[in-house]
């Protein structure tokens, strides 16, 4: 046996020396819950970003009835509280309002709103601004919120209308403006169900009065102090800012508490400690699979796809997109299931890879039959042209899966950064029409073992 003062110095060494590298792996399991958190919130936030806008965008585009009201009219308001009263069918919707040259002359519904007729839009206060901006640009404008006249707070949008004179003139007839309940306005976007997720929300904008921060609309646990992830909302003319963040800190989680406790009796233990390392490499490993890679080819998924698309912007510099689509798919899963589907989808991805390997690429699979493929270097349609027609080549014999043989094909369409579109969407939407113009000019190009399609 070892001498007793031999012992427990060595035991106390040990002891503190798991201890650090217990409370170091304590310290990355806490990390990484929130780094999956934060995945989360990414999806989350982007959204809840899209309800925010389409909720206010088709709340506010309602005066477009009124306006082609007048228009047809010629000036003239005729039928107003009809077509208003089918305006008016959200609880959001205070109002609807006429203000020929600025100066309001019919509210709907009028009961309670008596207080504005009358109101000149364009004399000093609140909404003022918003309405002389609409007058100057002739777009919509959105305002707010601010107080209203008859009490409480509200979001309003200001259409201005112009009349043709007969001399290919157009003059200023006044303003159709819809104002909405703040923050009723946004119910539609759901925005408590984030507490269920056990996050907060804070949205603000620059004020355009005083130049600071005016906070819009926020849970009542909103905390600052905590991480937040957010994202511009671009709403017309205004331009708002959407925050989320966890409602709890790190150490109010019972989860965090839990890794600290395991830590410590692990470390007691140096094979479990060692171990607990090796299974926290397995875990990233899948997580990252998970979150950027396709589970049946092991290409990048659309959120993989979609940061390196990031990335390649940044760089500013030109490359090609080309979107793929198998030709007949639907006919191969309803006919032989999805088993040997799935097995079509796997031998095209790893023969489309064969051509690749001598090219900067990235391939990857954004949809049940849909790839992109991005060249990295700036690539001639001619070059785009030849490299598909040797694929379309060596898909001319017949494919062996799952013991029938298939006749693959493809269509194609290409879009180039940044002469075909500076953002993500336009680029991918333009070559996804290229590729369905691609798909209605190709021969076809499939067929089953017994079976033309």
Not at 157 to 175: Q, S
Request: charged letters at 20%; proline letters at 4%.
């Amino acid at each position: 046996m070892f001498p007793f003062s031999s012992f427990s110095k060595r035991s106390v060494f040990i002891l503190c020396i798991l201890l650090i590298l217990s409370g170091i792996a304590s310290f990355f399991l806490v990390q990484r819950k929130f780094q999956i958190e934060h995945g989360k919130m990414e999806m989350i936030i982007l959204n809840q970003s899209n309800k925010i806008t389409n909720v206010l965008s088709k709340l506010l585009y309602k005066t477009q009835a009124l306006a082609s009201l007048i228009i047809q009219n010629n000036g003239e308001i005729v039928n107003f509280e009809k077509t208003a009263l089918a305006m008016v069918d959200d609880p959001a919707i205070l109002n609807v309002l006429l203000a020929p040259n600025g100066i309001v002359s019919d509210v709907y519904p009028k009961a309670g709103n008596e207080a504005v007729l009358g109101l000149n839009f364009f004399s000093k206060g609140a909404g003022n601004k918003e309405a002389i901006q609409a007058k100057k640009t002739g777009d919509m404008v959105l305002g707010g919120p601010f107080p209203l006249v008859q009490g409480g707070e509200a979001l309003v949008g200001r259409l201005p209308i112009y009349l043709n004179d007969g001399h290919g003139n157009k003059t200023f007839w006044g303003l159709v403006s819809v104002t909405l309940k703040f923050p009723q306005a946004l119910d539609g976007a759901e925005l408590n169900s984030l507490g269920e997720r056990g996050l907060a929300y804070e949205i603000w904008r620059m004020s355009p009065d005083t130049g600071g921060k005016q906070v819009i609309a926020s849970s009542p646990f909103y905390n600052s102090d905590t991480p937040y992830l957010e994202k511009s909302l671009h709403i017309l003319n205004a331009h708002w800012i959407f925050r989320i963040s966890p409602i709890k800190f790190w150490y109010q989680y019972i989860e965090s508490w839990l890794y600290i406790i395991i830590g410590i009796i692990g470390s007691l233990l140096i094979t479990a400690l060692i171990q607990h390392a090796q299974d926290l490499g397995h875990i990233r490993s899948q997580l990252e699979d998970i979150v950027y890679k396709d589970s049946l080819t092991g290409l990048l998924n659309r959120r993989g796809l979609f940061e390196t698309l990031t990335a390649l912007m940044q760089k500013d510099e030109p490359f090609s997109l080309c979107y793929l689509d198998l030709n007949k798919f639907k006919f191969i899963n309803d006919t032989y299931g999805h088993s040997t589907g799935d097995n079509v989808l796997l031998f095209f991805s790893q023969e489309i890879q064969r051509y690749l390997r001598a090219v900067p690429n990235t391939f990857a699979r954004i949809g049940g039959d849909e790839f992109v493929i991005l060249f990295h270097n700036e690539t001639t349609e001619e070059e785009l042209a030849k490299f598909f027609e040797k694929i379309h080549h060596s898909l001319q014999s017949a494919t062996i899966v799952n013991n029938n043989d298939f006749l693959i094909s493809f269509s194609t369409g290409t879009a180039c950064y940044p002469r075909d579109g500076k953002d993500i969407d336009t680029l991918i939407n333009h070559a996804d029409k290229n590729m369905y113009k691609d798909k209605q000019n190709s021969p076809k190009r499939f067929r089953g073992s017994t079976r033309e399609s």
